[in-house]
């Protein structure tokens, strides 16, 4: 089974400049995720999918930041304008979330490999 | 809102001897407690999960308890190899039946063969 996909796994910017990750979740698994990772920190969670709805974006900065998942498959996050303070590993996850919403036991996230993002 | 303290943040140990790693939650209503490897430059992997009906789960030599009373759950590796070398992350899920899981801050583990 092949897991999340990522990409690019490295992008270098200058501030003030749009940039867009991509993220291909598990086959099947219709929750995604978005986290933002800092150095030398845990995972942050920016934003959840079900399905195509967010439904959990409270710590998405939308001054700058948007995310579609159209199609309730493939995921964009993208930044615009980026800020010094952007830079990090974008990382993508996805599970398989059974009930509905509110009563659905947690299940295991996979990770995928993650976009490095340097912000010059 | 939920909140994960993880520590020590730094751990050596002697290859063959046991490595335990700590976490505190705040939410009494999380009931799903996940660790994650990390190495460097890679992603996150599941390496063991606990829910709250249980108090203790081990498979081969990781195992992680649970003490809902005192908000607490460790991580304890034993017999540890040098391929053990990585960073750990706990989680805890926000809420209960929330999807939201937060993250400890993470412990460098070191096994000095």
Do not use: M
Not at chain 1, 99 to 109: D, I, K, L, V
Not at chain 2, 29 to 42: H, I, M, R, T
Not at chain 2, 57 to 77: E, G, P, Y
């Amino acid at each position: 089974e092949a897991g999340v996909v990522q990409s690019p796994r490295y992008k270098i910017i200058e501030k003030k400049q749009p940039v867009a990750f991509w993220c291909n979740p598990i086959s099947g698994h219709n929750t995604l995720y978005w986290y933002r990772q800092n150095l030398g920190q845990g995972p942050e969670l920016l934003i959840r999918y079900e399905n195509e709805e967010a439904v959990d974006d409270s710590q998405l900065p939308k001054d700058r930041f948007s995310a579609e998942r159209l199609k309730g498959v493939d995921s964009t996050l993208k930044i615009q304008p980026a800020e010094l303070g952007d830079s990090a590993v974008y990382l993508c996850a996805s599970s398989q979330i059974y009930g509905s919403r509110g009563f659905a036991e947690q299940e295991t996230q996979y990770f995928g490999p993650g976009t490095r993002l340097l912000v010059l | 809102g939920e909140n994960v303290e993880q520590h020590p943040s730094t751990l050596s140990v002697q290859e063959g001897d046991s490595a335990v790693i700590k976490c505190t939650y705040s939410d009494s209503a999380s009931n799903y407690f996940p660790w994650y490897k990390q190495e460097l430059g890679k992603r996150p992997q599941l390496i063991i999960d606990i829910r709250s009906n249980v108090g203790e789960k081990k498979d081969q030599r990781i195992a992680v308890t649970l003490n809902k009373t005192a908000k607490h759950f460790s991580l304890h590796i034993t017999e540890t190899q040098p391929e053990d070398s990585a960073v750990y992350f706990c989680a805890a899920n926000q809420g209960g039946r929330s999807q939201k899981l937060v993250f400890g801050q993470g412990t460098r583990l070191t096994i000095n063969p």
